[in-house]
């Protein structure tokens, strides 16, 4: 079946400006997290959501970044007045959490914001 | 607040040579272990995780890592790599069963295995 999928791949913007970054879970996966990857280091939690709801957003830089996840499938992680300090790639994962926790998270490839 | 170490940033190495890539994490409550592993241009994948158990987890592609918990280590090996191991590898922790899906990644260790 598919994977985890992210749209678009590759986005830049200026400063300043608003942006949407998109990803589609594996399809039944209850579980969705978003985490920022910036050069030369190793991903960083952003946000988790079980279902439709934001279980935990303390990863949240600031209240410029936003996402949502309205039917509980597909999320859009939003990021509002662009610095060039959020340039990174965003990467999404989905689970199918389970009771055991610890659930194996699948990736997606990731799109990289760079911001002028 | 956790973290994890990874003492280096990148091992090169020989094709059929063996490897260990080291990671450290602090913690003093029961935590799960991961190791990911990102091939250019690719998402992100699971070759093995420590959630109990037997301390020796074996993965995909060959790859094994032992948990010592006495030194908080969990270092991966492989007996002899190819040369389609060369990537990008990360240790992680999650915290345990109250945080468990919030992954705490090391800075990674770049694997350049040549021929």
């Known amino acids: 079946g598919a994977g985890v999928s992210q749209t678009p791949s590759n986005k830049v913007t200026e400063k300043g400006k608003y942006v949407e970054l998109r990803c589609d879970p594996i399809?039944?996966?209850?579980?969705l997290y978003w985490y920022r990857q910036s050069l030369g280091q190793g991903p960083e939690f952003l946000i988790y959501?079980?279902?439709?709801?934001?279980?935990?957003d303390s990863g949240l830089p600031n209240d410029r970044f936003f996402a949502v996840r309205p039917e509980g499938s597909v999320s859009t992680l939003k990021i509002q007045r662009t610095e060039r300090g959020d340039s990174a790639v965003y990467l999404c994962?989905?689970?199918?959490?389970?009771?055991?926790?610890?659930?194996?998270?699948?990736f997606g490839p990731g799109t990289r914001l760079t911001v002028l | 607040a956790q973290s994890v170490t990874q003492l280096d940033s990148q091992v090169p190495v020989f094709e059929e040579a063996p490897v260990e890539l080291r990671c450290n994490y602090s913690?003093?409550?029961?935590?799960?272990l991961f190791w990911y592993v990102q091939y250019p241009n690719q998402g992100l994948q699971l070759l093995l995780k420590?959630?109990?158990?037997?301390?020796l987890v074996k993965g995909i592609n060959g790859f094994e890592a032992e948990f010592n918990k006495s030194q908080t280590s969990f270092h991966l090996r492989k007996p002899s790599v190819h040369i389609s191991d060369t990537a990008e590898y990360f240790c992680?922790?999650?915290?345990?069963?109250?945080?468990?899906?919030?992954?705490?990644f090391g800075s990674g260790t770049r694997l350049l295995v040549r021929p």
């Open positions: 994962a989905s689970s199918n959490f389970g009771l055991a926790g610890a659930d194996t998270q699948y």
């Open positions: 399809s039944g996966h209850t579980a």
């Open positions: 959501f079980q279902g439709t709801g934001a279980a935990d």
């Open positions: 913690s003093s409550v029961s935590v799960y």
């Open positions: 420590y959630l109990s158990g037997s301390t």
């Open positions: 992680a922790v999650s915290p345990g069963v109250d945080s468990s899906y919030k992954l705490i």
